[in-house]
Nanobody, 126 residues
């Protein structure tokens, strides 16, 4: 299974972007997915996670109310809609997925996920 993240780019503060994460390879049905990001000189941080079977999401406080995770089952693609972007949102964004069934508290833990995309750069100018 390969995950490919795309949709990053340069946007002005206050603007929006939608990131996509497409799964390819053998038939894959994830039970949980997440987005993480890594800003220059900083560690990778959790952005959002979701358990599909429960429809429960967990957002980092820094993005709550601005970012939304969703998916298109037919396209085997997960999306991250990012609105009201801020310069501090500048980072490489990574998607991740697992076929396991993690508990909600494990969603922010990178070790929860078995598959990772290669990352897509989002730059927000002030």
């Amino acid at each position: 299974v390969q995950l490919q993240a795309y949709g990053g780019g340069l946007v002005q503060a206050g603007g929006s972007l939608r990131l996509s994460c497409a799964a390819s390879g053998r038939t894959f049905s994830s039970n949980a997915a997440g987005w993480f990001r890594q800003a220059p000189g900083k560690e990778r941080e959790f952005v959002v996670g979701i358990r599909w079977n429960f429809g429960s999401t967990y957002y980092a406080d820094s993005v709550k109310g601005r970012f939304t995770i969703s998916r298109d089952n037919g396209k085997n693609t997960v999306y991250l809609q990012m609105n009201s972007l801020k310069p501090e949102d500048t980072a490489v964004y990574y998607c991740a997925a697992t076929a396991r069934r993690p508990i909600a508290s494990m969603l922010p833990n990178p070790a929860t996920y078995d598959y990772w995309g290669q990352g897509t750069l989002v730059t927000v100018s002030s």
